[in-house]
């Protein structure tokens, strides 16, 4: 089966600290691309990160951070020092390729709160 | 600005009485979808549209319709809502349907069906 599987159903950080969100996927494709969404309690998704399946480096955007690891099937996302305005719904995706064209598989979501 | 607008927002609505939830995408893009988005679920691909009239079923496609007469517009369509359709609904679109390409989702659309 092709999935995206995020074990933390819900996690709770104090801020400033650092915390890891876990996104391990499943594919036949040699080719495909992972990403990151957050969604805010206002409901819109906001795109994070793109990262397709043969750019390994890890990346860096300010006190984000993404761990892409393909021997191990995951796609891991750090969040340096921690703000309330980090709190959210975070999906990790997968595109799945179809005779049509590719579609976007979801995680089941992790939510994350964080306490001042 | 690159932009999916949906409509309506916010919904109640009751069982049976047909609604039509729009979405417009100003980018000229090809390939539009539909996902709902439930509670440990995630979203899930509901119906999706190559181009102009050429549309298939997602995952979910069980009670809705939709259509691709224009380009910028794909609406979704609940003939007989029911309340298992109560649900935050988005629009997606992008330049096709091949992975590389950005994906542009709507706001969002909030429905509830008693």
């Known amino acids: 089966a092709q999935k995206v599987t995020q074990a933390q159903t819900e996690i709770s950080v104090v801020e400033k600290e650092d915390v890891t969100l876990d996104c391990v996927y499943e594919t036949r494709d040699t080719t495909y691309y992972l990403f990151w969404y957050k969604q805010p309690p206002s409901g819109e998704l906001v795109f994070l990160i793109r990262?397709?399946?043969?750019?390994?480096q890890n990346e860096i955007s300010g006190r984000y951070s993404w761990n892409f690891q393909k021997s191990t099937s995951s796609f891991n996302f750090t969040i340096t020092a921690s703000q309330v305005v980090d709190s959210a719904v975070y999906f990790c995706a997968l595109t799945l390729t179809m005779e049509y064209g590719n579609k976007l598989v979801f995680g089941a979501g992790t939510i994350l709160r964080v306490k001042s | 600005e690159a932009q999916v607008t949906q409509n309506p927002r916010y919904l109640i609505t009751v069982t049976g009485k047909k609604l039509t939830v729009t979405c417009s995408q100003n980018?000229?893009?090809?390939?539009m979808s539909w996902y709902r988005q439930d509670p440990g679920l995630g979203l899930r691909q509901i119906y999706y549209?190559?181009?102009?009239?050429?549309?298939d079923k997602g995952d979910v496609p069980e009670g809705y319709k939709v259509s691709r007469k224009e380009k910028r517009n794909f609406p979704l369509i609940l003939e007989s809502p029911s309340p298992n359709q109560t649900s935050l609904y988005f629009c997606?679109?992008?330049?096709?349907?091949?992975?590389?390409?950005?994906?542009?989702f709507g706001e969002g659309s909030w429905l509830t069906v008693v």
């Open positions: 997606a679109s992008s330049r096709t349907g091949l992975g590389g390409n950005t994906i542009y």
């Open positions: 980018m000229n893009h090809e390939y």
């Open positions: 549209s190559m181009n102009v009239e050429v549309t």
């Open positions: 990262r397709n399946s043969f750019d390994e």
